[in-house]
Structures are given as C-alpha cells and as structure tokens.
C-alpha cells in the first residue's frame, strides 16, 4: 500500500481505536444473514450478545436470536481468548460462515462488540430497517486496552440533562470502548440526585440551572439506578461525583444549617466557581456528607465515588485539609474508593486514591509526588481534553478559559508522558469531561464531545507506538456516515478528511 488515500479504504483500516492487531484475510468474506444467530459458547457474554442483538435487529430486520448452542452461521461469542487480551482484550475472527469474538470477561465481549460493529455498515447502526448486504471483510484481530480507564464525564448540574438525554450520550460512548461515565452530579447551580435523608437538596437545590429554568431537574433514586444499569448493559461503569467543600450553592441554599452563619444562600443561576464552601467546622456538615456517601454507595456497584475537591478558593488550606481528613474515611466506610479533582490528593497519603488531573500546566508537585508513592492518576489536562473547550474563535457553545481546541489540539499529546513525574506506569487512563455552563440541549453535547470524543478514546485505547496524527486523522474522519445515520450532530472539522 502506498497511502492511506491510495486506494478504497476497507473498515479494517477505519477502527477508532485502532486494535493493537489486525490481519485482513482478502479471501474471505462473511454476510450476515436471516438465519443468523448470535451464539453463546459462554454466560459471561450475555449482556454483549444482548446489546448487539439490539443494535443489528432494528437495522436488519433479522430476528438474530441468542441461543447457548455454538452451531451454524451467525456470531459466536466464546471464551478462552489468548492470554495477550488480558482483562479488557478480545480477539475477533472473521470466518465465511461466523464472527467469533472470544474474550475472558465480558468486559471483553463488550469490547469486541464496538469492533464489530465498525466492521458492518455504517448503516448497521440505524434504527429503522435497512437493505443488506451485511458484510464483514475477513479478519483476525486481537486486541486490548492502553489504559484500563477510558471515561467520558456528563455534568448534570450546571444544565440538568433528563435520563433519555443520558442514555443517548451513553450509547455514543460505548461505542467507542468507553468503560467508566462520571456522572457530575452537583455544582453551585443545581443538586440533581434524590437523597432521602436530605429530601430539600432536590426540592429547593434541584428546582433552577444555570439560566433560571425551572422545573424538577433532578434524578430519583430510581431514574439514577435505572441509568446505572442502562450503561453497564453497555460495559460502562457509572462515577458518581458530589462536589465538595466548594461548588456546593445548591446545597446551601436547600439548608440553612450547612452554612456557617446559619443562613441559607440564594439559589444561583450564574456561571461563576469558587464563591461556595460547605461549614467545615460544623459536625452537621460531617453528617450531611455521611448521608449523602451512604445513600449514593448503597446505589452505585462500581468501585469508585468522587467527592471533586477542586476550586475550593472560599475555603482556607487548612479548612481544606480538615475537611479531606474527615470526609476520605466516610467514603472508605461506604466501601468505596475516592476519586477526586486532583487538589485533594495533597491532603492524603492513602495510594489507593484516584486523583483526576485537570490542570493546564504540565507539572504539579502534589501530583507528582502522588504518583511516586505510588497512586494512579487518571488524565484530563483542561487544555488537551476539555470537551466543553471551544474548537475555535468561531464556535459558538463553550468556553475558552484553557484555551481554543481543535481536533489536532486535543490528539497531539501523550498521557503517558505529559506531565512531569508521571510516567505511563502512574497513569490510569483518559477521561473527557464535558462542563455545560453553555450546553443545554443533546445537539450542544454531540457538537462539543464529537469528534473529540473519540479522540479521548484512541487516546485511552490504543498503543501509544500507533500515535500518529496522519493516519489517525482518516480513521477518524470515516465514522462521519455511522454518526451520519445516528443524528450524531457533530464539529466538521477541517482538519479532518471526512468520509462522505
Ligand atoms: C473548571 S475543571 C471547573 C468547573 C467548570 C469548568 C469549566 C474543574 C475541576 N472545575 O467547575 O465547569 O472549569 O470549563
């Protein structure tokens, strides 16, 4: 091959991320039929086997069953995968009669799934029937993750986005190998998770956003689980993060005695940070936190809770660190394990913390240090990966504090060896987060998050000897049709050689 532009580029070449191996077998080819069925050689595939049945029935038309018997044509998902996947791998195999995904954990099969799925017709992904052929270009593949953490974060409370909405944003992600969605769940502007020992965080705190509407912007307890079953059926596993001791307006105006001076704030619909801090010298403060961690925990399966820390200005150092040493015990008790905005991890020693990187710079002593110790530090350099960062001066939603960034901005980097003393062995994974000061509509969040998005998820996914922004920028570039027939309202960079 000559170039990429060379000659028709088959899906193989067009994976976002790019698979760490992938053999093209030009001699083979596999459709997918009526009599397909999606076979079962092990349980831990179900939930895969469930979600791609729910993708491919709608488009094709097929009944594509799933059966437990590994026999006939269609899509064979087994176990037994080479040790080379690890937790997360999965090879694929394509064979004229079936696609067989092994992998040793579902987390695989989910994996292998996204693949596949890029492997079909962009047409594949429509929800309505579709005319065939459905066909797979013969392959072998294998692969597996960079980073155990790929994350992808949706902030609710600055504008309240409604569970259809987040299911919606959940489907885009898991499309790309996105395995943890961080749920940014309070702020000044709104508190939008029903706790029930606190019942006016919701009434007062969750009745505005940033603009003033009003309503019942908040999940219940409920919504909130159905949400957090809706994206493990996806492989995702959900973050929930309450904001504190700053960012916590909404809380103090839901209750006086959470102020220091025993009076509750106005409700805030501004865009302003770092005016709000929680009573740290309250025990009542201690008790709220308590509440919020033992009822949020007893809901939340996954293994992390974040308790955000950052742009605490209205709360002193000492404060600070006084409330730190009070509040990471709590989360401990609940079972849980801390992530946090990365200021909190100068307050603690405890290595098993996640501190979350969101500066601009490319070294933080408290960071380093962390990482010497020995913590995992999970990525999210504002100026690199800031979903909610203008692409340019022209953009018309988002912000600009860390700077304009384009497509190219956002893939040149390298999180395993950006910020100083934090090698790729310290780094957990990548998380774009997307803030919503500017963002109040499924449209707005698709515009800012694709195509860097996906950009986030190469970045967390594949080998880093395969960065390379020139043959990146066309991989990239060929999801456009599968966005295309999704309604994905994307940025049409011009960086970028859309596929038409
Ligand atoms: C900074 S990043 C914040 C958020 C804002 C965001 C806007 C971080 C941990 N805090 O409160 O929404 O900037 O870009």
Redo the contacts with the bound molecule.
């Keep these: 091959m000559t170039g990429p532009t060379a000659q028709a580029a088959t899906p193989l070449q067009e994976l976002v991320p790019q698979p760490v191996q992938v053999q093209p077998r030009a001699d083979i080819t596999f459709s997918l039929t009526a009599t397909a069925k999606i076979q079962l050689g092990t349980g831990t595939a179900r939930k895969p086997a469930e979600l791609l049945a729910s993708i491919l029935r709608p488009s094709t038309g097929y009944a594509l069953p799933i059966t437990d018997e590994v026999t006939g044509d269609g899509i064979v998902l087994l176990d037994n995968a080479d040790p080379k996947t690890g937790e997360e791998g999965y090879q694929l195999d394509v064979t004229p009669k079936q696609v067989i995904i092994r992998a040793n954990s579902a987390a695989g099969h989910f994996n292998g799934i996204a693949t596949l799925r890029q492997l079909l017709p962009p047409k594949a992904e429509a929800k309505t029937r579709q005319p065939g052929p459905w066909t797979v270009s013969g392959a072998s593949i294998l692969d597996h993750p960079r980073y155990q953490h790929r994350g992808a974060m949706l902030?609710v409370a600055?504008h309240f986005f409604t569970p259809d909405q987040v299911k919606r944003y959940l489907d885009q992600i898991a499309a790309y190998k996105i395995n943890y969605f961080h749920l940014h769940l309070s702020?000044d502007q709104g508190w939008r998770l029903e706790i029930k020992s606190w019942p006016d965080l919701t009434r007062i705190g969750g009745s505005t956003e940033v603009g003033g509407r009003k309503g019942q912007l908040h999940y219940t307890q409920e919504q909130y689980e159905d949400l957090v079953a809706y994206a493990a059926n996806r492989g995702i596993t959900v973050i929930p993060e309450f904001d504190m001791p700053g960012?916590t307006n909404a809380a103090l105006a839901s209750y006086a005695e959470l102020n220091c001076d025993g009076r509750k704030r106005p409700l805030y619909t501004g865009t302003d940070?770092g005016f709000s801090s929680l009573c740290i010298s309250k025990d009542i403060t201690y008790k709220f936190v308590d509440d919020v961690v033992r009822e949020v925990s007893a809901i939340t399966p996954g293994q992390y809770f974040h308790i955000g820390g950052?742009?605490a200005h209205s709360t002193s150092d000492a404060d600070f660190v006084k409330f730190m040493n009070r509040v990471l015990p709590i989360v401990k008790k609940y079972g849980k394990t801390t992530t946090g905005?990365h200021e909190f991890i100068k307050t603690t020693k405890d290595t098993t913390l996640v501190p979350q990187f969101?500066g601009t710079e490319t070294s933080d002593a408290n960071v380093a240090a962390a990482a010497q110790r020995g913590n995992e530090i999970l990525m999210s350099p504002?100026n690199r990966i800031?979903l909610?960062?203008k692409y340019n001066k022209n953009t018309k939603l988002g912000?600009d504090?860390?700077g304009l960034i384009e497509v190219k901005d956002s893939y040149n980097w390298n999180p395993g060896a950006y910020l100083d003393g934090v090698g790729e062995a310290s780094v957990r994974g990548v998380e774009a987060?997307l803030?919503t000061?500017t963002i109040r509509t499924s449209a707005d969040i698709e515009y800012m998050a694709f195509p860097r998005l996906a950009v986030a998820a190469e970045l967390g996914w594949a080998a880093a000897a395969t960065h390379n922004w020139d043959r990146f920028a066309p991989r990239l570039g060929a999801q456009a049709p599968r966005w295309k027939v999704q309604g994905i309202n994307y940025y049409a960079s011009s960086q970028v050689p859309w596929k038409k």
Excluded: K, S
Aim: net charge negative; hydrophobic share 40%.
């Design positions: 902030d600055r702020d960012h940070v950052d742009e905005w969101w504002a800031y909610d960062m912000q504090w860390a987060p803030w000061e």
